[in-house]
């Protein structure tokens, strides 16, 4: 046995959709084929466009990427074995080494009921990827693209809000004394945490954006956040800025786009206006991913929106966000690793350039749903496990999950709490919503 499957061994096994009728079954037979028929009929419905854009070679791309996707549903619903990408990409011989991996750790062939949750979810958006990437001229279409722009538009009433409560509070925020400061940065990571509410994976693309007020919802959720560690995240930042620290770095390992990432940019703005982080790093997804996943493309069209919005101070938010873009406050980075199936204790050892780009941090949040997923492992812990010990020696900084609950995995939690939920609402893991604010101090 490998010392890498030799640890595995030790720890909760990890989800997987083996058990019928559990959240990872269910995801995987009913959830996961609406979200490939909504992409074959997108591309279909993008046909005249494929056409205009490349004459009949789009229509004939368009067609193959249709009939790698039917056959990658057909795969799927009849629990095949998985097979190995056949493209050539920067992270193919990765993929194809964690299908030998699980090869090797299973009794019979890995196939998408019996292998973990996570792998295969993962290898779903990664064979999507697949399918577009082997057929020019349109293997640059991003198929959730359609559903990403409208759940910006949708959201824009609530976008509106925000950006004229952030653009209030930046007017003064020099003159903010310590204890309005701190009132206002308890307010901001939990519009960003329930902005994780909006996310079109669990609603399998069908709208999911934000119609109230994000503010005054603040006050009507707080008593669904289930670990609150907000003191200690302004603990963190507050101690750098008195010590005087040269930088305060923080980053953002980003989610959705939409009304969770516009929550997400107005956070840092404050953040870096009020002095409290000098650097914002941001980190998102290289290719379309779990249907809403942020991209390079999809944060650029976020600040152009916001920029052309017919609307004061939408506008200047995105005057704003460029600026700090461009001379470097805010910086945007990629890597291949966040659309890897690993959980995150693996980043050291499979992207070792990231683990230390990330040790740079004093703080970092990882956003949502899946970003907990793998930084658990999606592994069935315990409910009072500690953060840390679920972490699995994952700690390149103090770090912080701010996520709505969309799966059954939760740590941290006071003994009895969690059996006590299950008891009055049984599906109080699944539905997000409840969320967290969950904090390891790395050390
Ligand atoms: O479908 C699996 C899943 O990870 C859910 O648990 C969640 O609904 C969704 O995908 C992703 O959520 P998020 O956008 O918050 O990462
Ligand atoms: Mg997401």
Known sequence: MS???A???MLPPQLAGK???????????????????????NLDQHKNEFFKEHGEKGIEAEKKVIDSLSKLLDELQTDKPLIALNDNLPDTTLWNQCLEHHRNLSDGPPSWFQSPWLYTECYMYRRIHEALTQNPPISEYDVFKKEKDHGFFESEQAIIVLSTYIQEL??????????????????????????????????????SSQKSDPLQSVEELKSFILVDHMEKLW????????????????DIVLDNAGFEL????????FLLSSQLATEIHFHGKSIPWYVSDTTKHDMNWTIKQMQSANHKWMSRCGVCWEGYMKKG????HDHLFWTLPHEYSRMAQVAPDLYTELQKSNL?????DLNYRKLTGDRKWEFTVPFHQALNNFHPAPLCSLRTLKCDIQVGLKPGQGEQLTKTEPEWMIIGKYGIVQFDAAS
């Open 3 to 5: 010392k890498m499957a």
């Open 7 to 9: 640890q595995e061994v």
């Open 19 to 41: 058990l019928k009728g559990s959240f990872a079954y269910n995801t995987i037979k009913d959830k996961l084929p609406v979200i490939l028929t909504r992409v074959i009929n």
């Open 170 to 207: 930046l007017k003064n925020i020099e003159d903010l004394d310590e204890k309005f400061l701190k009132e206002e940065f308890l307010k901001l990571p939990q519009v960003s945490l329930w902005g994780n509410k909006c996310d079109l994976s669990l609603s399998a693309g069908a709208d």
């Open 235 to 250: 603990s963190v930042l507050t101690n750098k800025k008195n010590l005087n620290a040269q930088s305060t770095r923080l």
């Open 262 to 269: 516009t929550a997400d940019l107005v956070l840092a703005d």
């Open 329 to 332: 406050a805010w910086v945007y």
């Open 364 to 368: 970092i949040i990882f956003k949502g």
